[in-house]
């Protein structure tokens, strides 16, 4: 299974961005998918999780500002970003947990995707 993060880029103060988060493999279900962050010198951090149940739970910093929400049909996952602030700045990854099939057997997976970068300028 592998995931593969887009969407990243420049954007002003104020603005908006969708990151999107792809993945890909014998997927037979997809659980929780969370999306993180990690600012230079910084933790990684968590911004918004989603479950197979549709719950979302999101960072303090940006609730009210993000939303994620998936598509189970394209095994994909969002993350719409508005009112953006310099401090939104960080790699974004995204990191989805599941069960797949290897050929024989269902098997659990955790993956983490490559990360996409978003900058914010003042």
């Known amino acids: 299974v592998q995931l593969q993060a887009s969407g990243g880029g420049l954007a002003q103060a104020g603005g908006a961005l969708r990151l999107s988060c792809v993945a890909s493999?014998?997927?037979?279900?997809?659980?929780?998918v969370g999306w993180f962050r990690q600012a230079t010198g910084n933790e990684r951090e968590l911004v918004a999780m989603?479950?197979?149940?549709?719950?979302?739970n999101y960072g303090d910093s940006v609730k009210g500002r993000f939303t994620a929400s998936r598509d189970t049909t394209k095994n994909t996952v969002y993350l719409q970003m508005t009112s953006l602030k310099p401090e939104d700045t960080a790699i974004y990854y995204c990191?989805?947990?599941?069960?797949?099939?290897?050929?024989?057997?269902?098997?659990?997976?955790?993956?983490w995707g490559q990360g996409t970068e978003v900058t914010v300028s003042s």
């Open positions: 990191n989805a947990a599941g069960i797949y099939h290897d050929g024989e057997f269902y098997r659990p997976f955790n993956v």
């Open positions: 493999g014998n997927i037979a279900r997809i659980s929780d």
């Open positions: 989603t479950t197979n149940s549709d719950d979302k």
